[in-house]
């Protein structure tokens, strides 16, 4: 069991983020060896679990019964990596969280019963430690929506007339949603008013755009820094995210040479690409626009009850959101 | 909208799965048109909708509101949907029930996540409708059960000594399971007490299992008598069922020299396999097999209190398990 270095900072989260982590284990009881060791290497991988973090720190403006806590950010994590396994189906993606991705390692096969294995796991888990029916409910409805984002972003490859707000509206499913399912079970399952996890949702989806904001930004400026050369695998598999959008719309006719070549796109025309999305400001109105997304979630958690809790959240937030790697 | 047409007996029963199909229809609202596309030509495509029947004829035992018990009975059928789209992208399957696979159809994609999203239909229309926790729980514990039963199929693949009871462990879990849901739900979110529930669930697990043993014996007897030859694509997948299993045990060494040839083995393999089963007794020991499940199934029924749908549990299950085709 590996959990990621960030959580170093933050000791008795990184305690319970743990625990967190053997629940799950202890919960994929299949006797397919196969699929239980592809679903435990993914997991023990060191990912960032930043929504089981999110569900934890939420819970914790109220004493409530950490062992139901810690089983409910068991659910999202749960959730949030069977959805990682068949994205990762639907991409042919070969690496995940710098492993082989199960799909490469043990087949397609594996990869679609591990991730629907997942899922009843998550659903296993929220139903059995949920206080009501609402919150099972609330998390039908969350799912749904992030199922929608996905759909809908599959909707839209290589649409080179896809809007900003088509591309908000994908992430505000596919990313908002489960950080929102993640800050709203942890306040109101631990015995907060509706309306202050409504508040907690609120913040979760503001969280989780900025967040794939910012993925998507790195995905540019950290990949001609790091690498030398632009990789944008998304691009090329027509995934276009905000960088690109905002830069597009400004020219099109310069992008569509490029991007109307679709899978068969060269290095050297992913790189032409790249230095168009900066020419036309791509990356600066993606910055913007995050930051608005950051600074509304920020602003929101300075008005939460003043409890130590939010301090580590505004820092957290703060530090995940100006990340340059 | 098309009704299998062994409803017509039973115009009552035919209305309300009518109305199952019409609630499903509604709840399939991702804006992803080739997504929903295959999954409304699925749904529509005349399937038995045996588990969402047992569903609401388990909950005619007390008077309830009808409404609920047709979201319910969706809900089963909902599960059961997405469990065949994703049997059909492991198989690698072109056909399903007449019409092309969504996998064949719109790409393995699509059919992962038009499976996804009816689990996410699935579990929405369940917290919504249940009366309780309990029930969901129930849910909860059946998926589990039903994932497991396919995991542990896959893991068995092109095994020879698979035994009989491994065989019936799976098939309890994939097909058994589900028919045990349907019929618990229907039984106890009408009304009647867990332990009249927990017998429904009994009658449901023990008609599914005699199902599925029926469908296995059929893929050797009306293969080979209506088109001449045997097809036997799961075989030859590695997927061993009841009649091939109990003749297997009796004469390994004949079936070796075929079976080891796995996806290479050619009509005139299958051929000779079939004869194998037959001479060897396993078509006749897997209707013994059958027929002791619904034995158990038919005399439970007739336990049952004696209200007009007692009947007609019996008389569907019996011409369920003995049909020809």
Redesign the interface.
Known sequence: MKIHPMWREYPALQTELEQVLTLIDQNI???????RDAILDMINAGGKMLRPAYCLLFSQFKQTDRHKMIALAAAVETLHTATLI?DD??DESDMRRGLPSIQATFG???A??A???L???C??L???Y?S??RS??Q???H??A???G???Q??TRYNMAITIDQYLNQVSGKTGQLFALSTFLGAYESGNSLRFARNAQTIGLNIGVAFQLLDDILDYTASSSQFGKPVQEDMRQGVYSAPLILALREAPEAFAPYLSKRLKMTDDDAKAVDQLVRDHGGIVKAQELAKDYTDTALTAIEKLPDMPVRAILSQLTSSLLNRQS
Do not use: C, R, W
């Open positions: 009881t299949t006797n397919n060896v196969p699929v068949h189906v639907i397609k096969d594996t679609v019963y991730g629907d294995y899922f009843t796991v659903f296993k929220l139903a059995g949920a009501d029916l099972v409910q998390d039908g409805k799912m749904e992030i199922l929608n996905e759909l809908a599959m909707s």
